[in-house]
Nanobody, 127 residues
Framework: QVQLVESGGGLVQAGGSLRLSCAAS????????VGWFRQAPGKEREFVSF?????????DYAESVQGRFTISRDNAKNTVYLQMNSLKPEDTAAYYC???????????????????WGQGTQVTVSS
């Protein structure tokens, strides 16, 4: 199993940007798909984005972040990034990264597909 640590969260004004990092240790990171999920107070955890370890690192995004967020990975650094631009107050949430050996895209949107999770990093967007 891989261990994950998120960083990069913080307080930002609407329209601003943040870059979250998900650093991994413990196993060969390049053979893991990595997803980002978020959870706002009183709401269920929701899918944000994933990057697949097969299919040439194919990516997918929730409709709510499409065109504003970009996921990428640097296997040499065992790190996955989530670049978040044009942030909105509704993006406020705790953001979690998760890892899985799965590679079927239809599964990678589901939190239950992932068996390693980070502790989360808080993103707060003020209006």
């Amino acid at each position: 199993q891989v261990q994950l640590v998120e960083s990069g969260g913080g307080l930002v004004q609407a329209g601003g940007s943040l870059r979250l990092s998900c650093a991994a240790s413990g196993r060969t990171f390049s053979t893991y798909s990595v997803g980002w999920f978020r959870q706002a107070p009183g709401k269920e955890r929701e899918f944000v984005s994933f990057i697949n370890w097969v299919s040439d690192d194919s990516t997918d995004y929730a409709e709510s972040v499409q065109g504003r967020f970009t996921i990428s990975r640097d296997n040499a650094k065992n790190t996955v990034y989530l670049q978040m631009n044009s942030l909105k107050p509704e993006d406020t949430a705790a953001y979690y990264c998760a890892a899985s050996n799965a590679f079927k895209s239809r599964l990678l949107r589901l939190s239950g597909t992932y068996n390693s999770w980070g502790q989360g990093t808080q993103v707060t967007v003020s209006s």
